[in-house]
């Protein structure tokens, strides 16, 4: 049932990185939707649902051919290797006095290496496995070969407009990549935890309510000899993350590795352009765009081709507000589109000024930025295939922020006690809405709490039939056997692509 359920976040979730925008106003005529004696749409039951779903989706998957992007991958995953391991401090040592080539690439790749092996906490803290060093992205220039017979790069000319890279594919055809920063150099300065993963070390931290003081305390660290015994009378969980009651105390128990914190600066460049050519055929073709000012805005922009796939965002993030647009699309049709407007985020009001070099200055600022942070108002809108599909909402962030703050004072002595409080919180303040190609509500998604095991879980509430399902329940292979082999086909292609880094086959 869990493989259902990834199967869904994969095929539908998608949907719900985004809610209404200013096009909500828009509609589209979609014919194939059941209508009434006059012409108007019907709201759809959830069997109906189940094939417009199933319909939909394989119109999603039928843009995705794995023989127009299989040279790309093919020859991404073999350049990658020829990148991964490359000594560039001794590369640029060999380009000798006056050319300023920065070694800073080194460290660059060492990250994306961390990046790849330490994905899981990318999204949750993208910074706790960035390798602490200066970034000085417009000041890495010059022109490079790869020789095979010795499996190295070498310098081979000064430039000082663009850093050049020369090397073959797979076939032994001319491969030139090219990139090339200009205008002003935006400097981001940080104080951030450096986390040492290769010691034996942990640090075993825990949640609880505490009685003397009425408050609920939060990241207390404790001694290895307590997480054992912490460990030994678990209710649930596993040896990382786990609950335990212990002497009559609930405690939310997790481990986590030693850091120190370290200054950390990136240079970044208005505008950064890159290209790839394989044998005079441009396979990628990238244009970024940056304004930054750390304390009032940050503006970043993009369109990125790779093959037939293009992608095309923008993201301006003010003292008080962010407005946002993704779109991707594949031989020149909208897949999907993506917009966000925000109201009341005051993220870059709440200045660290970079003071953190303890422990005790980042527990400080954490609970600063805590009780000052208003994540606003938000709306968000996707649709999908020029609109067939779309998934509208509104989110009262500081409403929902604040509900999630009174949880962390409140005690709670069960599982399913919280995880009802954390499904009202939600449905109170997050509403999120299906629609098919018109105005018409069909279905709302919503939180719950199961049964079986207390945990909060996404529902599906179909409006037609007043009913609500899991999404485990809902995304079977029952109902959508086809969807989901057609999706294990896809992108087991695109892995199959992999040869220099192999990767598991999915199953759904």
Known sequence: MRKHLIFALTVVVMAMLAFASCDKKKTTNNTDLPTTSDGAQKRLTREEQVDKLNDLGQKVLANFKTQEQEDLIRLTDYLAARFENANWKAVLDSAGEGHAAYPGLNPMMATMRRLSVNACYA???????VTPDNWYVSDFYGEFEYIDSDSKWRFIAKNDNAAI???????????????????????ITDT?????????????????????????????????????ELLNNRDE?????????????????????PYTMQP????????????????????????LSFDIN????????????????????????????????????????????????????NALAIDPNNNLSTRGDVNKYETKLQNELKPGKTTILLTLLGGEMSIRGEIDGDALYNGLKKMKEKEYNEQRQWATDYAENWNENVYMFVYYGSDIKQAQIKMDVDDMNYEVVPVIYFIEDKMA????????????????????????GYISFFKEHQIEPVDF
């Not at 999204?123 to 496995?129: G, L, W």
């Not at 969980?237 to 590795?257: K, L, W």
């Not at 037939?308 to 991707?328: F, S």
Request: proline share 1%; charged share 25%; hydrophobic share 35%.
């Open 123 to 129: 999204p949750m803290d993208f910074m706790a496995v």
């Open 165 to 187: 890279f020369h090397c073959t594919d797979m076939t032994g055809k001319e491969v030139l990549i090219t990139i090339k920063a200009t205008g002003d150099t935006y400097s």
């Open 192 to 228: 951030v935890k450096v986390y040492d993963y290769n010691t034996t070390k942990r640090i075993y931290v825990v949640d609880y309510w505490d009685e003397n003081t009425e408050k609920y305390v939060e990241g207390r660290e404790i001694s290895e000899k307590l997480f054992n």
């Open 237 to 257: 969980g596993d040896d990382e993350y786990f609950t335990a009651t212990y002497n009559g105390i609930y405690y939310h128990v997790h481990v986590g590795y």
């Open 264 to 287: 950390y600066t990136v240079h970044v460049p208005t505008n950064i352009e890159a290209t790839l050519n394989d044998n005079g055929t441009e396979m990628i073709n990238i244009n």
């Open 294 to 345: 750390r304390k009032d805005h940050v503006k970043v922009a993009g369109n990125v081709r790779l093959a037939n796939v293009i992608q095309t965002y923008d993201l301006n993030i003010t003292r008080n507000a962010v407005r946002g647009n993704y779109e991707m699309a594949v031989n020149g049709k909208s897949i999907c589109k993506l917009a966000l407007d925000n109201n009341g985020f």
């Open 469 to 492: 399902m899991q999404f485990d329940e809902f995304f079977t292979r029952r109902s959508y056997g086809d969807l989901i082999d057609a999706t294990e086909a896809l992108i087991n």
